[in-house]
DNA sequence: TCCGAAGTTCAAAAATAATTGAACGATTCA
DNA sequence: TGAATCGTTCAATTATTTTTGAACTTCGGA
């Protein structure tokens, strides 16, 4: 009884020391990617599983609830990050993390960044409407100035997301 | 009084119409990166205002504390983000807000993403001496076949950092 | 050296986000 | 059809993060 007791959340689940380590270092990525540390959890156990997991399993062995499962497994299935795989014979479905990196970012950009940048611009539109109405010129031509490097950063950030796409991936 | 409030928080503090705008603009990137939006709020401010502001303008006009604007301050301006400058005879500080995107992602990569790429490598470090105990070499080897594509990861990504600097800055 | 303004710190409070778990619909099998 | 298994949903709970505000340090001038 005087083990001492793996990190933090993994209690007694009889998770391996690899196992372990995956999981805390996913869950610390997901943070910094502004994502529930459950998603990376899951994902860091998947990605050193060598057979597909099915939901049951991650409840078991993450001891996390299932709905908390069942919502990472469906954000991380349309980021594209993990894949359904039915197992033969299984009824119940079994998940497999997708370990290629240009995949996931790919999804990541698609279903996080793009959106995120898309309504940026458009709120830019409406701060050149408002710029627009500004009476005093000074003023007005201090806004339309910093609005339009605005919309270059954003124009730029477009630009780049292929170009990461592209030398992380390939 | 039926004068339609001004969205969310700033309530009647003065904000002329471009500046609500821009904060709130601000506001929702901050937390985009996972930073507190009152640091949002501070730098959009800041963006659109021809003067350098006093850390009692910020309470005044963002209407919040005088903790989170120090706070805000002290975090933008290690971020890169904002400039302090005296003005000339007067006692208290002034900030104004660098507006050049080079140095806004220079600085958030040095103080934000590459401390924690380094602290993955780290980590990654760990997870390889753990699985090379694994008796299993099925499994040893599987595990250490992830852990060099994790590894591949985060040297890319370290070189796609000086890259997006280059092509956003430029 | 004393006063007051400027800015910082940090424990407590408030706001926000994530997790749980029970109820539900859907699907399979007997 | 009925029972059992899966997976989903979402209101309530819990955990985490952010903000506040009062106490404190620092510094300049009188």
Same sequence: chains 1, 2.
Wanted: proline share 3%; glycine share 8%; no cysteine.
């Amino acid at each position: 009884m005087d083990q001492k007791e793996a990190t933090s959340s993994s209690v007694s689940t009889g998770l391996n020391p690899v196992e372990i380590r995956s999981v805390e270092l996913f869950r610390e990525g997901a943070k910094l990617l502004g994502l529930p540390k459950s998603m990376g959890e899951i994902y860091g156990l998947m990605y050193v599983s060598q057979s597909p997991m099915s939901l049951d399993d991650l409840v078991r062995r993450l001891g996390i609830s299932k709905g908390s499962a069942s919502q990472g497994i469906t954000f991380l299935k349309q980021l594209g990050a993990v894949a359904e795989s039915q197992q033969a014979g299984e009824r119940k479905m079994h998940y497999q993390a997708a370990v290629e990196i240009k995949s996931l970012i790919a999804g990541f950009i698609k279903s996080e960044i793009r959106p995120h940048l898309d309504a940026t611009q458009g709120q830019i539109s409406h701060l050149r409407d408002e710029a627009a109405n500004v009476e005093i010129e000074e003023d007005r031509e201090f806004y339309e100035e910093r609005i339009e490097r605005l919309h270059r950063w954003t124009k730029r950030a477009k630009t780049v997301l292929p170009l990461i796409q592209t030398v992380m991936g390939g």
